[in-house]
């Protein structure tokens, strides 16, 4: 792990950010928890229908992909919370609140659920954080990555590219990918170019009971947060680094 890492950048990439969970329940999960939290979370609220709550309940068992896809989403104060029949999600509304904020909005959410008593296990839990590094061209942005790609005898240089590795580290699962020449639309409508980012990093914890995971999850979040948030920086050049302008403390 990175020995010292920046507490903040001047230059923030960042365009999305998200806890989720996964889990089992006596009944779905998608039924309780929107009335609860509405009633229960602080601030202004409105409840979002999803298309995929219109979807056989038999498709959403049957498909993979769509096990633990949200059917409902809440939109809270800075943050929106997806449910679905088997998983939540706390991701942020941009601009990045900081982890100051973050976390507390995850562990306030994730309490209110234990007062419901439907969940039986959790199966695992992870941190998404996906940034896109400014870079005009295809060299600039094969060059902001602390990388090198050879395929045959041939060395990426300037080449579009996508890259997906699994990266296991300190008993969790980095799913790191990588984009050139990406564009990402924000929250606000506005749009950026350059290379994106995307780090998920992944606790899989089998099948633990709820009440145990969530007396642990404090601490728990904090080293998943700071092993994402290195794993991000390893990602890049020494060079990409100073060109975001970071701040230490």
Known sequence: ?????????????????????????????????????????????????????????????????????????????????SIGDRSLAVSCKMPYPGWGTFKPAILNVVEQLREIGIIQAVHRFSMKYIDLIPASSPSDQVMAINGTVVLGNHKLKQEIFSLRVEIPKEGLLHAVQITSSATATLQDGSSREGIIVDIDSISDLGSLDFGNWLERLPDQLELMHLANKAMFFECLRPETIVSLEPIYE
């Open 1 to 81: 792990m990175t020995d010292k890492l920046p507490t903040k950048l001047k230059k923030e990439p960042l365009i999305d950010a998200l806890f989720e969970m996964r889990f089992t329940s006596v009944i779905p999960a998608s039924s309780v928890f929107p009335g609860v939290l509405f009633s229960k979370l602080p601030h202004d609220k409105t409840i979002e229908r999803l298309p995929t709550e219109q979807l056989p309940k038999a498709l959403l068992e049957s498909e993979p992909n769509l096990r633990f896809a949200p059917l409902v989403r809440l939109h809270w104060d800075k943050f929106l919370i």
